[in-house]
Each structure stands twice: as structure tokens, then as C-alpha cells.
């Protein structure tokens, strides 16, 4: 553990100090909160029962600080009314300075599950994502602590700000996205007990998100598949490889 400690605090050392670096910087807050129909996390069916998702942060320049729970609803994991995991992330992200149309995002992620016997655990993450049709991006998820494998993400996008006008200055867009999780064997051994590198889960999204004075609600969903033989066989996060799963988000910045 004083490895990760050493780590994750030289990452909050090097995101702190681009904070203090950056021009015009403001402070800003939000909060939020999801209500879905299942948890699904890069594949894996962590709650088949409705969740419900708050999340608070705050941000300084390119630097943000977030904190993310899970509460399940019913008593599924055994955890009805009670948050089973927590997760800290100090980030930064910004546009890459000299290089037009690639911005970047860093930071480190504290993962918490209480009430439950998972133990808790540090990524670390960096990305890239390009202004290109789609927005192309990248962003690669290193367990430095249980784990000790990687995830990468390859994802696209495409976001339209008003596909609908309700008046009253609520105006409805949408965004849609597509990502595909690959994992080297440590990590797949770790989370699936496959001890091998494999393409692991497809995920699609699809929202509305709809402004109402100074909140934002959005009707959300998505599908998640799982694509690996060998992940699919192990069972380890149920019996089904294919996950849909929808619900309603509310956030406010400020």
C-alpha cells in the first residue's frame, strides 16, 4: 500500500501544481443524481435491481475533485438502502498545448465498497481524444493496488444540443455514445478468473438531456454485451452476457 500511496499522492501533487499554474482559473460545483435499472460497469452486472447514483464535486481550473456512490434499492447484494461503493477521483484535463484538436484527461480514481467483502482499490487513467468526426478517444485504467492490470477504453461520440425546443427555455439534446473495453490478463483474471488479454465488453448509450432553468434532467439508457467466450463462460457477474438497462438523471452545475 505505501507504493499506491506514493503514487496517487505524486498524481494529486502534479495535478495541484498545473491547478496553481493555470490562467483565469474559477471555481466551480456540481451535483447530480442517476436512478437506473441495473449497475452494469465495463460489463460486469454488479446490481440486477433499480440503483440510485448521487454524485457531488467540485473544480478549479482544469483540476476537479468528484465523489460517486451506489446505493442499491433492494436487497439483492444484500445491501438495501446502503451504499456499496464509493469512488474518489482526482482529475485534470485540458487541451494539449501546441497540438490543435487533442485534449487529455489524468488523474486517479479511489474505489470504496462498503458493506460488502470487496477490498478497496487505486486506478490511475489517462486519455486522449481527438476533434474529429465521432470524437475519437482513448483512455487507459491501470489497478495499481488489488488488481494490478489494465483496462483500456476506446470510445466514440456524437452530441447535438437541440434536437427539440419545449419553450420556457427548456431545450432538449442528445448524446450518444459507443465504447469497447479491452483488458490485459491480470485484470481479467482479477475481476473474471481468465487468465488472459481479451476484448472484453461493447457498451452503446443514448440520452436527452433536457434544461429546466438551471437543472439539467436526462432521460438516459444503454446496452452492454459482453464479447469474450472465455468472460462470458466464467459467470462471474451472472448468467447473461447482455445488459439493458435505463433511467433518469438530474444535475445542476454552478
Same mark, same amino acid.
Given at each position: 500500500?505505501?507504493?499506491?500511496?506514493?503514487?496517487?499522492?505524486?498524481?494529486?501533487?502534479?495535478?495541484?501544481?498545473?491547478?496553481?499554474?493555470?490562467?483565469?482559473?474559477?471555481?466551480?460545483?456540481?451535483?447530480?443524481?442517476?436512478?437506473?435499472?441495473?449497475?452494469?460497469?465495463?460489463?460486469?452486472?454488479?446490481?440486477?435491481?433499480?440503483?440510485?447514483?448521487?454524485?457531488?464535486?467540485?473544480?478549479?481550473?482544469?483540476?476537479?475533485?468528484?465523489?460517486?456512490?451506489?446505493?442499491?434499492?433492494?436487497?439483492?447484494?444484500?445491501?438495501?438502502?446502503?451504499?456499496?461503493?464509493?469512488?474518489?477521483?482526482?482529475?485534470?484535463?485540458?487541451?494539449?498545448?501546441?497540438?490543435?484538436?487533442?485534449?487529455?484527461?489524468?488523474?486517479?480514481?479511489?474505489?470504496? =465498497? +462498503?458493506? /460488502?467483502?470487496?477490498?478497496? *482499490? @487505486?486506478?490511475?487513467?489517462? !486519455?486522449? #481524444?481527438?476533434? %474529429?468526426?465521432?470524437?475519437?478517444?482513448?483512455?487507459?485504467?491501470?489497478?495499481?493496488?488489488?488488481?494490478?492490470?489494465?483496462?483500456?477504453?476506446?470510445?466514440?461520440?456524437?452530441?447535438?444540443?437541440?434536437?427539440?425546443?419545449?419553450?420556457?427555455?427548456?431545450?432538449?439534446?442528445?448524446?450518444?455514445?459507443?465504447?469497447?473495453?479491452?483488458?490485459?490478463?491480470?485484470?481479467?483474471?482479477?475481476?473474471?478468473?481468465?487468465?488472459?488479454?481479451?476484448?472484453?465488453?461493447?457498451?452503446?448509450?443514448?440520452? =436527452? +438531456?433536457? /434544461?429546466?432553468?438551471?437543472? *439539467? @434532467?436526462?432521460?438516459?439508457? !444503454?446496452? #452492454?454485451?459482453? %464479447?469474450?467466450?472465455?468472460?462470458?463462460?466464467?459467470?462471474?457477474?451472472?448468467?447473461?452476457?447482455?445488459?439493458?438497462?435505463?433511467?433518469?438523471?438530474?444535475?445542476?452545475?454552478?
Amino acid at each position: 500500500m505505501k507504493n499506491v500511496t506514493k503514487m496517487v499522492t505524486a498524481v494529486a501533487i502534479l495535478i495541484i501544481a498545473s491547478a496553481t499554474l493555470a490562467e483565469e482559473a474559477e471555481l466551480g460545483f456540481s451535483a447530480g443524481a442517476d436512478y437506473l435499472g441495473k449497475y452494469i460497469w465495463r460489463g460486469q452486472n454488479l446490481s440486477d435491481d433499480p440503483v440510485f447514483q448521487p454524485s457531488v464535486g467540485m473544480s478549479y481550473g482544469p483540476v476537479s475533485l468528484s465523489l460517486w456512490g451506489n446505493m442499491d434499492t433492494t436487497n439483492i447484494n444484500g445491501n438495501s438502502g446502503d451504499f456499496s461503493e464509493l469512488d474518489t477521483t482526482l482529475g485534470i484535463a485540458g487541451n494539449i498545448p501546441g497540438i490543435e484538436g487533442v485534449s487529455y484527461t489524468a488523474g486517479a480514481i479511489y474505489y470504496d =465498497f +462498503p458493506g /460488502t467483502s470487496y477490498p478497496d *482499490t @487505486v486506478e490511475i487513467y489517462a !486519455g486522449l #481524444s481527438l476533434a %474529429l468526426p465521432l470524437s475519437p478517444s482513448l483512455t487507459i485504467y491501470r489497478d495499481v493496488d488489488e488488481a494490478k492490470g489494465t483496462y483500456y477504453s476506446f470510445g466514440v461520440s456524437h452530441t447535438i444540443e437541440k434536437i427539440a425546443d419545449l419553450g420556457c427555455n427548456t431545450l432538449v439534446g442528445m448524446s450518444a455514445g459507443a465504447s469497447i473495453g479491452y483488458a490485459n490478463s491480470a485484470y481479467n483474471k482479477y475481476y473474471w478468473g481468465v487468465d488472459s488479454s481479451e476484448v472484453q465488453d461493447l457498451t452503446l448509450s443514448l440520452a =436527452f +438531456p433536457a /434544461t429546466i432553468g438551471g437543472w *439539467t @434532467v436526462t432521460p438516459k439508457m !444503454g446496452y #452492454s454485451k459482453l %464479447l469474450s467466450s472465455d468472460i462470458k463462460d466464467s459467470d462471474a457477474y451472472g448468467t447473461s452476457s447482455d445488459n439493458f438497462f435505463a433511467g433518469i438523471g438530474v444535475s445542476v452545475s454552478f
